[in-house]
């Protein structure tokens, strides 16, 4: 093919039209517009897609405030969909814990046990709620993620398991002497070898299923937010750069609240030209992926109704010249 054969149309149409895609991250620093994307986005999915599910697994939890509505760690319908689920999650790691971690009456915290080795217990949490999804088995899960450095660490999970997981079993030898004197005073509360064991290689087993799908184009994408400034545009490059590094898809960017100046305000032409600067700058840095450029609006984009309105903003390019007016907006 030649350069020209590429046409890497402004919006994220090539997601909707992408049968195979299972796993889609939505992240980007604080307050950019991640969760207000991730909802727009499930909206879209929702109309070709057999079932969505939402997910949040940002301690802040801000599904809940974007719908209106509350969630909790199991999927919930969102109100006036017959096929789009929202849930969030508590990406603590004695939120997720597998039973066997901190549900015996021995009086041993398996959690703190593992909790000397970095990730471990993050890695299982991961892994139960891997396995709970997966279960579920929704044509697509969309994961509003909490911003960037916290959502790379829960990406590379897999590999820090791997390691983590060796220190482990040879630690686990080291204890089995233990653990049999603790047995045999007191009694068959504590958790057998075997048992713990085998928690151990059921999450490591869904940990690397994980990994494999999320290294594969087919089945995952992770789709960065920024807006139009220097600190976003950096952070932006430095997420891709680290995504490519592990082996993570990336077709799209979402690029949030660019200034559309109505009228011949001081304010707005000031803003307007210094997002100038930056969104030639994404042009030129992101040359080979969707990118999507969305107005920011005079309202919030709250509630089921701004939402659906907002999420059509990701399959056409917006025209200033037809402003889009939220239902919360006040004249
Ligand atoms: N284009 C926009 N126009 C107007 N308001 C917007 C726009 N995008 C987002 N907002 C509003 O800005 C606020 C922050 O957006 P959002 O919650 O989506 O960001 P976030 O990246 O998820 O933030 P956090 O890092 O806190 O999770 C919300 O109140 C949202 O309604
Ligand atoms: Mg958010
Ligand atoms: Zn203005």
């Known amino acids: ?5 590429f046409d890497y149309e402004p919006t994220i149409k090539n997601l909707l039209e992408k049968d195979t895609l299972k796993w889609i991250f939505v992240g980007g620093k604080g307050g950019v517009g991640k969760t207000t994307t991730s909802c727009s986005l499930a909206i879209q999915l929702a109309k070709v897609k057999k079932s969505v599910l939402l997910i949040s697994t940002d301690p802040a939890h801000n599904l809940s405030d974007a719908f209106g509505q509350k969630f909790s760690k199991h999927p919930q319908l969102v109100n006036g969909f017959t096929n789009l689920s929202a849930m969030e999650i508590d990406p603590k790691p004695e939120a997720n814990a597998p039973e066997v971690m901190n549900n015996n009456n021995s009086g041993l915290n398996l959690q703190e046990l ?4 970095p990730g471990i217990d993050e890695a299982m949490s991961f892994a139960e709620v891997m396995k709970l999804v997966k279960s579920l ?7 509003d ?3 960037t450095g916290h959502t790379l660490r829960l990406l590379s999970i897999p590999s820090l398991m791997d390691k983590s997981f060796g220190k482990l079993m040879s630690m686990q030898q080291n204890f089995s002497g233990v653990f049999s004197a603790f047995s045999s005073v007191m009694g068959p509360d504590i958790p057998s070898m075997d048992t713990i064991e085998s928690t151990l290689n059921n999450s490591k087993k869904t940990i690397e299923e994980v990994n494999v799908q999320f290294k594969n184009p087919d089945l995952t994408t992770f789709v960065p937010v920024c807006i139009p400034e220097f600190l976003s ?3 932006t490059e430095r997420l891709i750069q680290e995504l490519t590094k592990l082996d993570i898809d990336v077709q799209n960017v979402i690029v949030n609240q660019i200034v559309y100046p109505e009228q011949d305000c001081g304010l707005c032409n000031a803003r307007k030209k ?3 600067k930056y969104l030639d700058q994404i042009d030129d840095l992101y040359i080979d992926f969707h990118i999507t450029k969305l107005p920011l609006l005079k309202a919030e984009v709250r509630g089921v109704d701004s939402l659906k309105l907002f999420s059509q903003l990701l399959v056409t390019q917006y025209d200033p010249t037809h402003p889009l007016t939220l239902p919360n907006e006040s004249k």
């Open 274 to 276: 210094m997002q100038k």
């Open 137 to 143: 088995e929704f044509s697509v899960v969309v994961f």
């Open 233 to 235: 545009v950096y952070e």
């Open 145 to 147: 993620t909490a911003p």
């Open 114 to 117: 593992v909790s000397g080795i």
């Open 1 to 5: 093919m030649s350069e020209g054969d």
